[in-house]
T-cell receptor, first 113, second 109 residues
Framework: SAVISQKPSRDICQRGTSLTIQCQVD?????MFWYRQQPGQSLTLIAT?????????ESGFVIDKFPISRPNLTFSTLTVSNMSPEDSSIYLC??????????FGPGTRLTVT | GQQLNQSPQSMFIQEGEDVSMNCTSS?????WLWYKQDPGEGPVLLIA?????ELTSNGRLTAQFGITRKDSFLNISASIPSDVGIYFC?????????FGAGTTVTVRA
């Protein structure tokens, strides 16, 4: 398994500002993933972050809005840029040490006012 | 992502009962995963299934990977109050997960 931590755990931000979310894994992993979970909804994949290459974004998500960094094999950041109230969600990162299973962090609860 | 149909959407169960939930898809997956999410927490992996037809248990939980690779079910036996939460199925292909809408479980003591 993998233990994943995220910072901050929650934040309240004003529209038009940006927030960077950090994700730390307790072991080296090839791929890390970022998800969004809107209130009362399921999880939607935003992008896959690979070390040493640009992140791969899913349909409906763009790099200008959600820039991602992956400086090493245990760490990644997701920035939510130029925020609006529609960006209020839980943002989750995940990773897996092998095979197909993915383990999730506790999430970052973002409220945009 | 792929479309997963998870049912039921919610259930009220009596403590001690056995319950089932399932996921179906029009797409084939290489792996099926089941997660539980408690309020204010991230999803916790319960069971991972890697082969069509595979039946796997984790304590009171049993899950199966459908033969067609397009479906999976999860059983919870002898429900207890701490089984309350939202259960998500997820299908994996090319390392990406697609999630079902979730089954909300509430236990009547």
């Amino acid at each position: 398994s993998a233990v994943i931590s995220q910072k901050p755990s929650r934040d309240i931000c004003q529209r038009g500002t940006s927030l960077t979310i950090q994700c730390q894994v307790d072991s080296q992993v090839t791929m890390m993933f970022w998800y969004r979970q809107q209130p009362g909804q399921s999880l939607t994949l935003i992008a896959t972050a690979n070390q040493g290459s640009e992140a791969t974004y899913e349909s409906g998500f763009v790099i200008d809005k959600f820039p991602i960094s992956r400086p090493n094999l245990t760490f990644s950041t997701l920035t939510v840029s130029n925020m609006s109230p529609e960006d209020s969600s839980i943002y989750l990162c995940s990773a897996g040490p092998g095979r197909a299973e993915q383990y999730f962090g506790p999430g970052t609860r973002l409220t945009v006012t | 992502g792929q479309q997963l149909n998870q049912s039921p959407q919610s259930m009220f169960i009596q403590e001690g009962e056995d319950v089932s939930m399932n996921c179906t898809s029009s797409s084939i997956f290489n792996t099926w995963l089941w997660y539980k999410q408690d309020p204010g927490e991230g999803p916790v992996l319960l069971i991972a299934l890697y082969k069509a037809g595979e039946l796997t248990s984790n304590g009171r939980l049993t899950a199966q990977f459908g033969i067609t690779r397009k479906d999976s079910f999860l059983n919870i036996s002898a429900s207890i109050p701490s089984d309350v939460g939202i259960y998500f199925c997820a299908g994996q292909i090319d390392y990406k997960l697609s999630f079902g809408a979730g089954t909300t479980v509430t236990v009547r003591a």
